[in-house]
């Protein structure tokens, strides 16, 4: 595996690769990384001759009263962690180098950055978007794995490329829990032992709201409901938002039919987690991607609950 911080040197070793008819696959991260990133390497060592993955902790994303400083960073482990998983490429880029000062470019995806997390994060997703569009502008033509644990951002993420015309086919890989149904984060670190054993509420109202829409619940509002009660049972998670909409345009969905993203973002003591699921709804036919758990492969069931 090579490690490279350059603009330069990490475009032109993909300019290469494809020049020799390789085909490049990239996983965007920042790092401290787990099973849920892992996947997303080894989806892209599955489907393509050259893996190139990224680090880095994108300040623009960070508010500013966010956890920038104190995210968890790890090089060693994830130095080994991506070579494990067949990365060829590992780019850590320099905060300077992704952005010169004074920061006069950014993009603005609108609508879909300022539902959901966007209203209480406000310009969270310009930093996800402005820093995606930069790692893609430098990677170059490519498939970009994504993880649809980001659900919000995995849509922000689509919108972009399309707009912008990008050259990047991105693909949203399923969400990887433990085995108690927590949904894995890099910002678990940050729960103590009380609020971990507090966090699988969050999947438990998830997995109970599946279960209603798979007996027959239709509205959206009574879902929305059914979780807020389901999470209210633990005192130490507090609900800050529960939304049912399209997994596409994250519009608001009060009629649950079709593909439906239910979504819901908690606090946990000093962390702030998220979770989902989707729903294909046809009729009275239901099918629950629940995600998948990390070191079960037979979990796989999970995603086809009906
Ligand atoms: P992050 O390092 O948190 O910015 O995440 C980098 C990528 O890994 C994003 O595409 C995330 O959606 C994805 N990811 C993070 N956690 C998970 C998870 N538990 N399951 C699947 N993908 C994940």
Redesign the pocket.
């Known amino acids: 595996m090579i490690t490279a911080s350059g603009v330069a040197e990490v475009r032109s070793a993909c300019d290469e690769a494809r020049r020799a008819g390789r085909r490049v696959g990239f996983v965007?991260?920042?790092?401290f990384l787990h099973p849920?990133?892992r996947?997303?390497m080894r989806a892209a060592r599955v489907g393509n001759d050259v893996v190139v993955a990224s680090i880095f902790v994108n300040p623009l994303q960070f508010g500013p009263t966010e956890d920038l400083e104190r995210y968890p960073r790890d090089l060693a482990g994830d130095s080994a962690a991506a070579e494990a998983e067949g990365v060829d490429l590992l780019f850590l880029p320099a905060v300077d180098e992704m952005y010169p000062e004074p920061p006069l470019t950014t993009v603005h995806v609108a609508g879909l950055s300022e539902v959901l997390c966007g209203a209480s994060r406000p310009g969270h997703f310009d930093g996800v978007a402005t820093v995606v569009a930069k790692l893609l502008s430098i990677v170059g033509p490519c498939t970009a794995y994504?993880?649809?644990?980001?659900a919000q951002?995995l849509a922000v993420v689509r919108r972009m490329v399309s707009d912008l015309h990008l050259p990047a086919d991105v693909v949203g890989?399923?969400?990887?829990r433990e085995r108690d149904g927590v949904?894995?984060?890099?910002r678990n670190a940050y729960l103590s032992e009380e609020d971990r054993r507090a966090a699988p509420v969050l999947f438990g109202a998830l997995r109970a709201a599946a279960a209603a829409v798979t007996g027959g619940e239709r509205s959206g509002g009574a879902l929305r409901r059914l979780i807020a009660r389901e999470v209210a049972r633990e005192p130490r998670v507090l609900l800050e938002y529960v939304a049912t909409c399209r997994p596409d345009d994250l519009e608001p969905l009060d009629h649950l039919e079709g593909d439906v993203l239910v979504a819901v973002a908690a606090r946990v003591g000093s962390a702030r987690l998220i979770d989902n699921i989707t729903l294909c709804i046809r009729d009275a036919d239901v099918v629950a991607d629940l995600g998948v758990v990390t070191d079960r492969p037979e979990s796989e069931v999970l995603c086809a609950e009906r």
């Open positions: 965007p991260t920042m790092g849920g990133h996947s997303l994504f993880g649809r644990k980001d951002q890989c399923p969400l990887v949904a894995m984060s890099s």
